[in-house]
């Protein structure tokens, strides 16, 4: 009886679509359906390869052929984590850290103000900024899920080869009132996973890529334990003892430290969104991380 009764409810779903539920329409865009603040990441990099090469594990003349590994030249690692608050006049002031090739990111900050120059009922639009070396950077971009999301691609300035994709999320609309971010926000057990790539000790000069990931239960004070799993190169750590702190601001940024045992302490810095059920950060050490870019999720509250 059961099964005749799904089967029935089934065909009329298929027949009328009335029943079904509705997806949420995308609406017209607009600067004023877009206008918010932002949180947002952008990942890629230039890169030319050799297709044909065997290429080394490491670039020294002992090392044996690795026929898996390409032969890479003029590589530009580049990452970056901002945030943005954009008015209805389409003028966007925030900030963000970047690592892109030999430049690594800072403790502070750096000021953006983002012009959005097109922006069209189809969502699609254009916008520009500034970089504090000069070079003037415009993007396409495409908005989606209300003016939620977008995500965007460099159309022309930089460097001629250097690529990315941009991911931001609305943390605001604009006509809400701010929301204050406080140690509630990071309070909970959260899963960060982390792409990195690091100086080598025996090759001062070789950088290696580097994966990890930690379990870090955080206290309502901010100090936070767990355990780290990590791929460094070659070598891989199992279940070492992990543990930091991490402040955060009232706009949602955060200030942090990651110490592992037999390795040091890392700064890191950060932004929050979703209130607080994820995050994305950058490990900052100067003198060892030539690229950092984490992504933290909460499991549990």
Request: aromatic share 10%; net charge neutral; proline share 6%.
């Amino acid at each position: 009886m059961h099964t005749k009764i799904q089967r029935v409810l089934f065909a009329v779903l298929l027949i009328c679509p009335g029943f079904a539920p509705a997806a949420r329409a995308q609406g017209k865009c607009s600067l004023a359906t877009f206008a918010g603040t932002y949180v947002s990441f952008d990942r890629g990099s230039s890169l030319i390869i050799d297709l044909e090469s065997q290429g080394v594990l490491l670039p020294t003349p002992t090392a044996p052929k690795n026929p898996l590994a390409w032969e890479a030249r003029g590589i530009v690692p580049f990452v970056n984590i901002a945030q943005v608050t954009y008015t209805p006049d389409g003028v966007g002031n925030g900030y963000f850290w970047m690592f892109a090739g030999t430049a690594g990111a800072t403790l502070e900050p750096i000021p953006l103000q983002i012009n959005v120059t097109e922006l069209n009922e189809d969502c699609t639009g254009k916008f520009q900024y500034t970089l504090p070396s000069g070079s003037t950077i415009v993007e396409r971009f495409i908005v989606f899920d209300n003016g939620s999301q977008y995500r965007s691609i460099p159309a022309s300035g930089g460097i001629p080869t250097l690529t990315w994709i941009g991911n931001g999320q609305r943390i605001r609309k604009y006509s809400e009132p701010v929301h204050s971010c406080g140690p509630q926000t990071a309070h909970g057990t959260y899963l960060m996973t982390c792409e990195n790539i690091l100086r080598t000790v025996p090759f001062p000069t070789k950088a290696v890529a580097d994966t990890l990931m930690l379990r870090m239960d955080v206290s309502m004070g901010g100090d936070y334990t767990g355990l780290l799993y990590e791929r460094f190169g070659m070598t891989f750590i199992d279940a070492r003892p992990a543990w930091g702190n991490i402040s955060v601001n009232p706009d949602c940024s955060f200030d942090g430290t990651l110490s592992i045992q037999d390795a040091g302490t890392l700064q890191k810095r950060g932004l929050f969104l979703n209130e607080g059920k994820e995050f994305y950060s950058m490990g900052i050490n100067l003198d060892g991380i030539k690229y950092s870019f984490c992504q933290g999720t909460r499991i549990e509250k």
